[in-house]
């Protein structure tokens, strides 16, 4: 879609951890992480991704399921949220946590810390 686009500059995109691991894309291990990530640089330019959306995954990679989790408490798991938060390529874009909210506050806390304990 962005090879399309004629002012590019106008276009970004955002990774979001539960669509790109529920799409198939592994992000569990170092090997799977830095394949994911050669594949965005190669689809759409790390120029291009302009923030992230945190969260992990109620289903199964691959299983084409958007269902967000609490940051460490889905299938995705902590060491993904360790490679990208650590990932220097990264440091400079926004990252947004993006989890279920029964109490706003205190899951948002929570998981902030948790992310936080992970750089």
Do not use: Q, W
Not at 17 to 42: K, M, N, Q, W
Not at 69 to 83: C, K, Q, R, V
Not at 99 to 114: C, E, G, Q, S, W
């Amino acid at each position: 879609m962005i090879a399309l686009i004629d002012d590019r500059k106008r276009v970004g995109v955002c990774f979001d951890t539960c669509h790109v691991f529920s799409a198939g894309y592994e992000l569990r291990t170092p090997e799977g992480y830095e394949a994911t990530i050669d594949r965005l640089a190669l689809s759409v330019g790390f120029e291009n991704v302009g923030a992230f959306h945190l969260n992990d995954s109620k289903r199964a990679i691959g299983s084409r399921v958007d269902r967000h989790e609490h940051i460490g408490a889905g299938e995705i798991g902590l060491d993904a949220f360790s490679f990208l938060l650590n990932d220097r390529r990264f440091a400079h874009i926004p990252k947004v946590i993006e989890t279920p909210k029964p109490h706003p506050f205190d899951d948002d806390v929570r998981n902030l810390a948790l992310l936080r304990s992970l750089m």
